[in-house]
C-alpha cells in the first residue's frame, strides 16, 4: 500500500511545487479562441495527454526514474528534453516547475534531490520537471507505474484548476472533466513508451507562444 | 508494502550520499499587505537605507499579471537590475508565498548563487487581503504594510497578517489628516492587538519611518545594531 500512498502524495496538489503557476499554453489558447467551453477543453486536455505527456514527459520521467543513481545518464535525458521541447515558454516553465518541485524535496532530505538540485544550479543540466520527478520520485521510494500514473494526473488536474481560474469552466464541471480523462490516463500509462522523446502539440505551442508576448497574464505559460 | 518512514531505498549512489543542503545562507524576509498600501515604495526606500547599513541584498516580486514591480524597481537606479527578479504568482498570491513557496525558494537560491556574499533577499508578495501571511520555509521575518487611507479599522479586524507579521507597518501617515484618520488611535489600536509586537509608521515617500525598519530587519535577521 505505501507505494499507492506516495503516488497519491505526490499527485496531491498540496505538495508545494510551484504547478500552479503555469497553465502549459491553456491561457493562451482561451485569448485564441475567446474561451474555451468544457467540451472543448476536454479534446485539448487529452491531446495534451496522448501527444505530450505520453509520448514526451513520460518517457523523460522513465528514462530518468530508472537511471536516478547516475547524475550524467540524467543530464544527458534533461539535454534531451530540452533539445526536443520547441517551445521557449515551455522550456522555462518546465524548468521552473522542476527547480520547484528540487526545492520542496531537498528541504526534505528526498534522496536525490540535493544532488540533482546542485547540479542544476551549478548549470550543468536545465533540470526539467519530468526528469526531477523521475529523480525525486525514485529517491522517495515510488514505484514505476506509480510514478507515471502521478505525472500523468498532475497533467489532468494541472489543466483542470488552470481552466478554473481562467473562469472557463466552475470548479466542479472542471472535476468532471478530469473524471472522464482518467481512462485515457490508465490507457496511454499502459502502453510502451517509445523509445525517443517526441512531441506533437502545435496549437498549445502557438498558444503558449503568442502568450509569452502577452503583457497581462495570470499564468507563467 | 511493509516500508517504514526511515527505510528510503538509497537507489541514488554516490552524490545522493551528500546531505540536505543547509538551509539557505542570506537571510529572507518578507513583505506583505493590501493592494497598493506602499510595499514597492517602502522596498525602494528602504534599499538605500540598508546599503547604507553595508548590507548586500536582492529582491524577488510577486507580481499578480505583469511585472510591474520588478520593472519598477529594476528602473529605479537604486539596485543592479539583475538583483531583481520576478516570479510570477499564477494569479494567486498568497499561494506563492504561503501554500507552495517553491518558486520563491528557487529563486531566492538563484539570486544566491548569482551572488556570492548576499545577506539579504527580500520578497515582496503581490497585492493581497488582510489573511496573507509568509510560510516560513520561504522567510525568516516579515513585514506587514497597511496604510492609513485603507481606513483606521484595520487594526481592530484583526487580520492574520495584522496579527501574526514580525512587523506591521502603518504607512502614508502623510495622507492622515487627509482621509479623517486619527494616527495616534489607529497606531494605539494596532500595539493593543498585536500582544507588544512592534509598529512602525512611515511615509515611505518622504522616508519617514523608513530607518526604524531598516534598524528592525538589521537587528532581527542580519543579527547588526
Ligand atoms: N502619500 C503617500 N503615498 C504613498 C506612500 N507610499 C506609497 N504611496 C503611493 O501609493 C501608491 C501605491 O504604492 P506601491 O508602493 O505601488 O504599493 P504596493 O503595495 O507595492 O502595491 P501592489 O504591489 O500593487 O500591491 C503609489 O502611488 C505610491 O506612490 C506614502 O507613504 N504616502
Ligand atoms: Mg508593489
Known amino acids: 500500500m505505501i507505494g499507492d500512498l ?20 491553456l491561457e493562451g489558447l482561451a485569448a485564441l479562441e475567446r474561451g474555451l467551453p468544457a467540451d472543448r477543453l476536454e479534446v485539448v486536455i487529452e491531446g495534451a495527454l496522448r501527444r505530450r505527456w505520453a509520448t514526451a514527459d513520460r518517457v523523460a520521467l522513465l528514462g530518468a526514474y530508472a537511471r536516478a543513481g547516475d547524475m550524467d545518464a540524467v543530464a544527458v535525458i534533461d539535454r534531451e528534453v530540452e533539445a526536443t521541447t520547441l517551445c521557449e515558454a515551455f522550456r522555462t516553465g518546465s524548468r521552473r516547475n522542476g527547480a520547484g518541485l528540487l526545492a520542496a524535496h531537498a528541504r526534505i532530505g528526498t534522496p536525490g534531490a540535493a544532488a540533482l538540485q546542485a547540479l542544476v544550479r551549478s548549470g550543468d543540466t536545465p533540470g526539467h520537471l519530468a526528469v526531477a520527478q523521475g529523480v525525486v520520485w525514485r529517491g522517495a521510494g515510488l514505484e514505476r507505474d ?14 483542470a484548476t488552470a481552466a478554473v481560474r481562467l473562469g472557463l469552466v466552475g470548479a466542479v464541471a472542471a472535476q468532471a472533466v478530469v473524471r472522464r480523462l482518467l481512462p485515457v490516463v490508465a490507457e496511454l500509462a499502459a502502453t510502451d513508451p517509445p523509445e525517443r522523446i517526441e512531441s506533437f502539440a502545435p496549437l498549445l505551442d502557438i498558444a503558449a507562444a503568442r502568450h509569452a508576448r502577452g503583457e497581462l497574464r495570470l499564468f507563467s505559460n | 508494502m511493509t516500508q517504514s518512514r526511515h527505510d528510503w531505498p538509497s537507489l541514488v549512489a554516490s552524490r545522493s550520499d551528500a546531505p540536505a543542503p543547509p538551509r539557505a545562507s542570506a537571510a529572507r524576509i518578507g513583505v506583505g499587505g493590501p ?32 511585472k510591474e514591480d520588478a ?29 507552495d513557496p517553491t518558486l520563491n525558494m528557487a529563486a531566492g537560491d538563484d539570486l544566491e548563487a548569482a551572488f556570492p556574499g548576499l545577506e539579504l533577499v527580500i520578497f515582496e508578495s503581490g497585492g493581497d487581503n488582510l489573511a496573507s501571511t ?4 520561504l ?19 484583526k487580520g492574520p497578517g495584522v496579527l501574526k507579521s514580525d512587523l506591521l507597518v502603518v504607512n502614508k501617515t502623510d495622507l492622515a489628516p487627509h482621509v479623517g484618520v ?3 488611535r489607529m497606531l494605539a489600536e494596532a500595539d493593543a492587538v498585536r500582544g507588544g509586537r512592534p509598529v512602525v509608521a512611515t511615509n515611505a515617500r518622504s522616508g519617514a519611518g523608513v ?14 545594531e
Request: proline letters at 4%.
Open chain 1, 6 to 25: 506516495l503516488a497519491i502524495w505526490q499527485a496531491d496538489t498540496a505538495f508545494p511545487s510551484g504547478a500552479f503557476a503555469f497553465s502549459n499554453g
Open chain 1, 146 to 159: 506509480g510514478a507515471v500514473l502521478a505525472s500523468g494526473y498532475i497533467v489532468a488536474s494541472g489543466f
Open chain 2, 35 to 66: 493592494v497598493g498600501s506602499g510595499k514597492t515604495a517602502l522596498i525602494e526606500a528602504l534599499i538605500p537605507a540598508l546599503h547604507r547599513r553595508g548590507v548586500d541584498l536582492a529582491v524577488v516580486t510577486n507580481d499578480l499579471v505583469t
Open chain 2, 71 to 99: 520593472e519598477r524597481l529594476r528602473r529605479s537606479g537604486l539596485i543592479a537590475p539583475e538583483r531583481v527578479l520576478a516570479v510570477e504568482a499564477g494569479a494567486c498570491p498568497h499561494t506563492v508565498i504561503r501554500e
Open chain 2, 134 to 137: 509568509f510560510s516560513l520555509d
Open chain 2, 139 to 157: 522567510v525568516d521575518w516579515w513585514i506587514f504594510v497597511i496604510d492609513v487611507a485603507g481606513g483606521d479599522d484595520i487594526p481592530r479586524k
Open chain 2, 182 to 184: 486619527d494616527l495616534p
Open chain 2, 211 to 224: 530607518e526604524d525598519v531598516a534598524d528592525a530587519i538589521a537587528h532581527a535577521v542580519l543579527f547588526r
